[in-house]
C-alpha cells in the first residue's frame, strides 16, 4: 500500500506564495507520474500539475507561469511551488501517484487564498 502525506497548506493573502510537499512511502521514481490535483467547494476534482517518471511537466492553464512542480527522489517527496495566488486557487489540493492503472492519493491539504 502507498501513502502520500500532504503537507504546507494554508492561509495566505492573495499575491502571496505557497510551497506544499507530498511525502510518498515508497520511491517515487517507481510511479510513471506524480501530479497534484484540487478541488474546491462544489466543483469536480481538477488537474494542477503533473510530472512524469522522465521528468515531463504538465499544468492546467490556470495555473502556468505561476506554479511550479517539482520532485526530491532522495527525499521521496514532490513539491508544488505556488506564486502570486488567487482566491480562485482556494481549493484542498491532493497528492497523486500513478502506477500504470493504480492511482494513489493522500487526503488533501487545504489551500485558502484571502482577497
Known amino acids: 500500500q502507498v501513502q502520500l502525506v500532504e503537507s504546507g497548506g494554508g492561509l495566505v493573502q492573495a499575491g502571496g506564495s505557497l510551497r506544499l510537499s507530498c511525502a510518498a512511502s515508497?520511491?517515487?521514481?517507481?510511479?510513471?507520474?506524480m501530479g497534484w490535483y484540487r478541488q474546491a467547494p462544489g466543483k469536480q476534482r481538477e488537474l494542477v500539475a503533473t510530472v512524469t517518471s522522465g521528468g515531463s511537466t504538465n499544468y492546467a492553464d490556470s495555473v502556468k507561469g505561476r506554479f511550479t512542480i517539482s520532485t526530491d527522489n532522495a527525499k521521496n517527496t514532490v513539491y508544488l511551488q505556488m506564486n502570486s495566488l488567487n482566491p480562485e486557487d482556494t481549493a484542498v489540493y491532493h497528492c497523486?501517484?500513478?502506477?500504470?492503472?493504480?492511482?494513489?492519493w493522500g487526503q488533501g491539504t487545504q489551500v485558502t487564498v484571502s482577497s
Open positions: 515508497r520511491s517515487i521514481s517507481s510511479f510513471n507520474a
Open positions: 497523486n501517484a500513478r502506477w500504470y492503472i493504480h492511482d494513489y
